[in-house]
């Protein structure tokens, strides 16, 4: 595997017409006072503050795999960040939690020798949607799965549209029917845009009474890295 130490990219992003210049980095220390205050601001009470990212935590991201800790930067100003960890994907043994893969936010389940990188959190400051952020940065991360020539992304996708509906469809029904264009989902529907494709329905994902605790895991596969069977 080719060992990489940084990710640093300038691309233009446009709102209304009007370009601006979006540079997406690797976070380091000096930016988790940017980074807890987006936090803050993507994710306002009731959300529980315990559950945002902390100083230590943020730490731990940039220790165990600093090439994974990237940030989307416009006038000097951190509008998004995205944290990602590498691990080993088994087809037969798909079924895990958020808490489960990622050491709770920790990612001391970080593997250095893994053959996936594993999205454990995105987030864009409100101030910034609609400039294509989300999407910027997983191209992001496709770039960093082709440079350490990995199999593929991996990440759990929330079903915000499921919760309502849990007591008409299965989860897998209600996939089936945004993947056939009969219902829509922000989540599912923007990341298939973003070039994923579906894996596999998993329960107890995330306490998300909005998706029911389920999530839709999802992939992007290496086109350089194709075997059969895999």
């Keep these: 595997m080719n060992k990489i130490e940084t990710y640093n990219k300038s691309v233009y992003v446009f709102r209304d017409g009007q370009p601006k210049l ?4 690797n976070y380091t220390s000096s930016d988790i006072e940017q980074l807890i205050n987006l936090q803050r601001e993507c994710f306002p009470p009731p959300y529980p503050a315990d559950l945002l990212w902390n100083r230590e935590q943020l730490l731990l991201h940039i220790e165990r795999f600093p090439t994974g800790a ?40 970080h593997e250095k020798n893994g053959d996936t990188l594993y999205v454990v959190d995105i987030s864009v400051s409100p101030s910034a949607r609609g400039l294509g952020l989300g999407k910027q940065m997983l ?36 996939v089936d029917d945004v993947l056939h264009g009969k219902r829509r989902d922000p989540v599912i529907g923007f990341l298939l845009h973003c070039g994923r494709t579906p894996v596999a329905v ?22 350089f890295l194709q075997t059969s069977g895999t």
Excluded at 74 to 92: E, H, K, R, W, Y
Excluded at 202 to 223: K, Q
Aim: a negative charge.
């Design 202 to 223: 998993l329960p107890d994902y995330l306490d998300d009474e909005e998706s029911g605790n389920y999530a839709l895991l999802m992939e992007w596969r290496n086109p």
């Design 139 to 174: 191209q992001a991360t496709y770039e960093l799965v082709v440079a350490l020539k990995l199999q593929r992304l991996l990440g759990g996708g929330r079903m915000p549209g499921y919760g309502a509906v849990q007591h008409e469809v299965s989860p897998e029904h209600y």
């Design 22 to 25: 979006l540079h997406i980095r």
């Design 70 to 109: 990237l940030c989307a930067e416009i006038d000097g100003q951190i509008v998004g960040s995205l944290t990602a960890m590498m691990t080993t994907f088994d087809p037969n043994h798909m079924s895990h939690s958020w808490a489960e893969m990622t050491d709770d936010g920790n990612i001391g389940t």
